[in-house]
């Protein structure tokens, strides 16, 4: 018994840390969100139903509603739904610590460097969304490297299970949809077994219907769908505080411009996403062109794959905060544990150091609650710019790789 607990990812001093960080953890944040907008939802919830939470103002994907509305009964009552806000904290630290576990565990074979997690875990531009800013991208994040994971490592009941909740939790992770889809073709296409893919398909299905069914029950099913539909656009500025391109391009504050301003033709939106969708597609030829590799030839996926699969998703990741409008401060965020398990694999660090210093510069810069960027958000998008630069030479190292061992 002793060998199977001593067996488990999750030790005593993560517990030990994590109540450290529960006992200290401010009980302040952002307050439009942490004081209103989610207390608000919460009450909605706990005094008409969950299945009538989108006839509230909310824009939120239906997994982080079901957790507010059984944060309310959980309190109890609206004054206290109000008063102990601060501690939905709690629930998004524990995905801060899953996501770092998770990346440390699974890649432990490839790396001898001990505590490893703790390089996440002690890094304030990685805590700085939950512990003070009290924003739950760590959830999306880890749900993404729990599917990345077990797409590799061909646990496709798994993936199937956390690739849908990914995009449930956040809309934003449609980003990474080409990887699980890159993944999905790889493992099906190495050993096609069509009962497993259908059993993927009733996971998925399952998902969705636990997250959906209030809402089709209590007739709010259309509500959610306006919510998906009007997400692209619900933040018209050029930039919604993150420090990005178009504080370069731009002589104006990005933050006052409406995106649908026209420049050559085209609004700056649609040349957010052309920029987007051109520069992916480039990101993504060297992963592309070593899965086909690799499936011609009948081999398995292995270290250098593995680092590269991490290493195009933290830049994608980063492109889609640096070139899109509309942009929040918070939305680099996942790149930094991504990084995190390229540097595990490729012992390179400077891109994980980089993106934790920058997100934290743009998130403290628009925050200043430690006041530790006193310098234009102009600096801080020309080093989100150097990774980027240094991001893609790396990936077209690996082509290089690639092309040589094909050959």
Partial sequence: MLQKISDLPV??????????????IPHTGFWLDLNNDWPRWSSYAFEHGLSQIYNSDTNYMPFYLHWLYWFGKLQGSKELIYANSYQLKYFFLLF??????????????????????????????????????????????????????????????????????????????????????????????????????????????????????????????????????????????????????WYLLLKKDPTLLNDTLIFAGLTYKKWG???????????????????????????????????????????????????????????????????????????????FALTSLAHLMNIDGMNKYFELNPFKPEYTAMIFGSILLLSYIRIYQFLKLNKLNFQ
Wanted: proline share 3%.
């Fill in 273 to 351: 996403f052309i920029l987007f969708f051109v520069f992916s597609a480039i990101g993504l030829i060297p992963l592309i062109v070593n899965t086909l590799t690799k499936l011609k030839n009948n081999k398995d996926l292995d270290k250098d794959y593995y680092a590269l699969l991490w290493l195009t998703a933290g830049t994608i990741a980063i492109l889609f905060f640096f070139v899109n409008t509309q942009m929040h401060e918070r939305y680099s965020y996942p790149a930094i544990a991504l990084y995190f398990a390229y540097s595990l694999l490729s012992n390179r660090f400077a891109l």
């Fill in 96 to 245: 801060d610590f899953g996501g770092a576990i998770a990346i440390a565990w699974s890649l432990r074979r490839y790396y001898t460097r001990p505590f490893a997690e703790y390089m996440l875990l002690f890094n304030m531009g990685y805590l700085y969304c939950t512990v003070i800013w009290g924003q739950l991208d760590g959830v999306p994040t880890a749900i993404v490297v729990l599917s990345i994971i077990s797409l590799f490592e061909r646990k496709l009941l798994w993936a199937a299970f956390f690739c849908t909740l990914s995009v449930y939790i956040k809309l934003q992770t449609i980003i990474f949809l080409p990887f699980f889809g890159i993944l999905l073709v790889f493992q099906l296409g190495r050993n096609f077994n069509k009962w497993l893919l259908l059993k993927m398909i009733v996971i998925s299905i399952l998902t969705q219907l636990w997250l959906l069914s209030p809402f089709i029950y209590g007739g709010t099913f259309w509500n959610f769908i306006k919510v998906v539909r009007e997400s692209v656009g619900f933040f018209p500025r050029v930039s919604w505080n993150a420090y990005n391109i």
């Fill in 11 to 24: 030790k005593w001093h993560h517990l030990l840390f994590y109540s450290l960080l529960v006992a200290i």
